[in-house]
């Protein structure tokens, strides 16, 4: 383990050569050689860093909007989005909660039918207001969701009111601005096409939902500015790194020594926080074989039950000490740790800025892009294959099982005897790792739809794996973390273990060929099905060890089945 003199070394050179390259300088002057020597996907992808002031004069309209939503009745808002457009607005209505008077508001960014007909399910589409977001405006799942709730509001509005029920959040010129007009939604939001989509939070993309619900906007984006002014200031050659750029660095430069499990601690109230820096830390800098692996809602185990590539960030209130014993423990014991203290909830919108800077200094040390996402794209096109064979022959081209038990299939490329024995020869393909510097990771993949029963379930498969073999564990909800960490799965140095759970779906929802059209030639179980496949094809592709679940009878008792067997 590091000393705390050593790990204050690391930082302070770090801190030296940042300042005398002028690196916090340049990235304000949208200088492109700061990542790479070609301003492609950077010099477009860098307006994050003026949003909270050129979204100062928009609060106006964002709040009137509101209260005609709440003045015509809507008792609820429903966004259907993924990744970038859909994280952002959990956090604010988890972390905010919502204001009386205003709409409540919920995401759906799962295709899994179970996700798809609860939604259905829970909002009467007459009191409700859809929030399709997507900033390239042609998301597979945005714009299936879309379709499924136009056709269902449509049957009980009616034709000419419909659109009024609809309101977009995309860029200029996109194929939903296109489709919106075309329907007669209610509004259309364009956002600034220079924020890339995990970067948005503080844009049209975050800001309208939050203010559906009734945070102040004014409060949020002055924390914003604050901590813009943390990140400008004391810069220079003869001062002071400030915690703004501390962080980037303590980021950046313990994951180049190996320490690239970034596991974040926070206190109970602000625990939604980690999914949205999952998604921008995962993202933005797992590609050229290089990556920070974040660690969000893993079970906290002493300090000796974690390996030697862990750094941990610790949020907290000032007046909440939940996890203060862990954490000094945590020192203590070597592991490198970052605190960062919060007065209230407001504080959330500085901590969005704070990390956008500190993923794009971190992006930086590690000699990579963190504004492009080079990977994404090869599950999406092995899923549009998937689909494409489905509409040609009527079935997904799935390959036959590794073994069949009475309610799991099993995927593997291995030859096996049973449950145990696939199990073991799995784990068994981890690289342990030199002192546990460059160790395997366990990243769980499970396209169910996702239940606080699911989440329990998950977190004892993950917590037996973490227990049993020292491994960094992730949990990922399929294909949301298509558009989060998925980038990372593909593109980092490939120490990830992938295990796939996939199940039959009790029921199924069609989706619509087109929006006020009833014939659909596809479902959105074929869908989800389609993108597990074409995902676990992608990670086979670049060489990651893969392992798939098929549940076919009670899904949490087949994960159970998972956690017991385990060895």
Known sequence: MIKPEQIESIITNSCETIKQEHIIQRIWEHDHTVWKPEPTEITNRLGWLHSPAAMQDAIHEITSFADQIM???????????????????????????????????????????????????????????????TKSGGTVETLSFLKYFFNATQKKVGDDAVGKHFIAITDPGSGLEALAKNLNFRKIFLNDPDIGGRFSALSYFGLVPAGLIGVDLNLLLQRASSAIRDCRENTGSNQNVTDCVRLGIFLGAFAQKGKDKLTLMLSPAITPLGVWIEQLIAESTGKEGAGILPVVGEAILKPEDYSEDRLFVYFKFRDDATYDARIKAMSDYGHPVFQIHLRDEYDVGGEFFRWEMATAIAGHLLKINPFDQPNVEAAKVLARKMVTAYQEKGRLPEPDPSLQTQDIAIFTDEKIKNLADALTKFFAKANPGNMGIGRSYVAIQAFIAPTAEADAALLKLRTKIQQNYRFATTVGYGPRFLHSTGQLHKGDAGNGLFIQITADNPEDAPIPDHAGNGASSMSFGVLALAQALGDRQALLDANRTVIRFHLSGNILEGIVKLVETIQ
């Open 71 to 133: 003045s015509e009745g809507f008792t609820h808002a429903l966004l259907l989005g993924m990744g970038g457009s859909s994280l952002a607005p959990e956090v604010f209505r988890s972390i905010f909660g919502v204001k009386s008077g205003f709409p409540d508001l919920a995401v759906l960014d799962s295709t899994t039918p179970g996700a798809v007909l609860a939604a259905a399910r829970m909002f009467k589409p007459e009191k409700t207001l859809f929030i399709a977001s």
